[in-house]
């Protein structure tokens, strides 16, 4: 099952450790993880971005390079993300995010006290249990969703189709010999550079079908004013 999944923490530290441990259970094969972002909640509401940037460091982003960030994520995380810091205000009416559920959004911006960090991930898990009993151990608290009912553009089956050839290759790559496993990971990378680009057309043609639909509403409020402009200067 393909999740949302967000991850609180009380300080950067632990969010860090967090993150290593999401990247170790991958090396597992216990889980399959398609994006992921770390972000901190101010003292006014605004977010920052804490990435990292190698095992040695991190790298601070301000929260004017958030949009910058989200045109690097993308996807479901990346639109999380937008909506969170502000750079989806009006989120019913911006074509790119009108199809997010806003309740998910505000459950966990709610989550988020001043000054906690938060790893907001799109993770492939066949069971919550590794998640869930690495974080704990971190004192972290985890808040999750299936993809699907939070963005409704994401239902494809093309997709769909992808998240089962990645699962099934994660089970063979647990049971494979030292020998085998470097080629069954290299398939895994390659299916979520596959389906990437499959996420990414999908929010293309959907933005394109919300501006028709948006420029087509516009049209007609603009028709009935000038009809209304008629009736009134018959009156004159």
Do not use: C, W
Not at 219 to 225: F, G, L, M, R, T
Request: aromatic residues 6%.
């Amino acid at each position: 099952m393909t999740n949302l999944v967000v991850l609180t923490f009380p300080d950067e530290a632990k969010a860090i450790q967090a993150s290593h441990k999401l990247t170790e259970l991958e090396s597992f094969g216990d889980i399959s993880i398609f994006e992921k972002a770390i972000i901190k909640k101010g003292a006014n509401g605004e977010y920052t971005s804490l990435q990292s940037e190698s095992s040695d460091g991190l790298r601070l982003v301000s929260g004017m390079a958030l949009g910058t960030l989200i045109g690097a994520i993308g996807g479901p995380v990346g639109m999380m993300i937008g909506m969170l810091s502000g750079t989806a205000i009006g989120a019913v009416v911006e074509t790119d995010y009108v199809d997010f559920s806003e309740d998910f959004v505000n459950k966990v911006s709610d989550r988020l006290k001043v000054g906690d960090v938060a790893i907001l991930a799109e993770i492939s898990e066949d069971s919550p249990a590794f998640i869930d009993g690495s974080i704990t151990q971190l004192g972290g608290s985890i808040f999750r969703s299936n993809v699907d009912e939070v963005y409704s553009d994401y239902e494809d089956d093309q997709v769909k189709e992808f998240d089962k050839e990645i699962a099934d290759d994660r089970k063979q790559f647990k049971a494979a010999v030292k020998e085998d496993k470097e080629r069954i990971e290299k398939r895994i990378e390659a299916l979520k550079e596959k389906r990437r680009k499959r996420i990414a057309s999908l929010k293309d043609k959907a933005t394109d079908r919300k501006k028709a639909r948006i420029e087509n509403a516009i049209s007609n409020e603009q028709a009935k004013v000038e009809e209304l402009k008629r009736k009134l200067n018959k009156l004159n």
